[in-house]
């Protein structure tokens, strides 16, 4: 079982380039999460979705944006990356409101802004 | 708004000791908690989660919760702390519409022989 996979891994940028990170999941999950998580901050929402062509803003969307164009597929954007940018980003899905429902996680893409 | 305050970044135990990771939440009703641990370069992994059901919550690797509406507290314990139990522990509670969860800031767990 595949799970939650995240593409890429590992990534450095210059300041002003741009990037998309892929999420995909084979769960048939409805709603899909993107985190990023720094030193001491634990993790904070960036933006999520609750369904196919669906996005909402989370905690922290500056300089983000999403696509939910397909169901297994949630895409995060960089327009322009920013060293504050520079952090580690975890994709997760679940089946539904996280009341009762687990969120699962990707291994997370480390990502450099120079 | 849904909270939740981990007390303590870095815990150290001795293998065999108990484990006591602090967890307190802040709610204006009643909260879904949740208990997740991450590993080493990997994503985070559900270890038990609180619905309401029972206050004693039971979850993998011999881990268990207990939730204390009178103290605000979601408290994560093992009896016996083991060498693999070393990663980093997450507290969260889900907000009201169900739509996220909401993270504390972690504490490291680190289990010496």
């Known amino acids: 079982n595949a799970g939650v996979t995240q593409t890429p891994k590992f990534r450095v940028l210059k300041t002003g380039q741009s990037m998309t990170l892929l999420c995909a999941q084979d769960m048939n999950h409805e709603y899909m999460y993107w985190y990023r998580q720094d030193p001491g901050m634990g993790l904070r929402l960036i933006h999520y979705s609750v369904g196919e062509g669906t996005t909402a803003k989370g905690e922290v969307p500056d300089g983000y944006n999403v696509s939910r164009l397909k169901k297994q597929n949630f895409l995060l954007g960089l327009e322009s990356a920013a060293p504050s940018q520079t952090s580690v980003y975890f994709c997760a899905s679940s089946y539904g409101q996280t009341f009762n429902q687990p969120q699962h996680f990707g291994d997370g893409t480390r990502l450099s802004i120079l | 708004a849904q909270s939740v305050t981990q007390l303590g970044s870095h815990v150290s135990v001795s293998e065999g000791a108990l484990v006591l990771l602090r967890c307190n939440y802040s709610?204006?009703?009643?909260?879904?908690l949740f208990w997740y641990v991450q590993y080493p370069n990997q994503g985070l992994q559900l270890l038990l989660k609180?619905?309401?059901?029972?206050?004693l919550v039971k979850g993998i690797n011999g881990f268990e919760a207990e939730f204390k509406k009178s103290e605000t507290s979601f408290h994560l314990t093992k009896p016996s702390a083991h060498m693999s139990d070393a990663a980093e522990y997450f507290c969260?509670?889900?907000?009201?519409?169900?739509?996220?969860?909401?993270f504390g800031k972690g504490t490291t767990l680190s289990v010496s022989s």
């Open positions: 609180y619905t309401s059901a029972a206050t």
């Open positions: 969260a509670v889900s907000n009201q519409a169900g739509t996220a969860l909401i």
């Open positions: 709610s204006s009703v009643p909260p879904y």
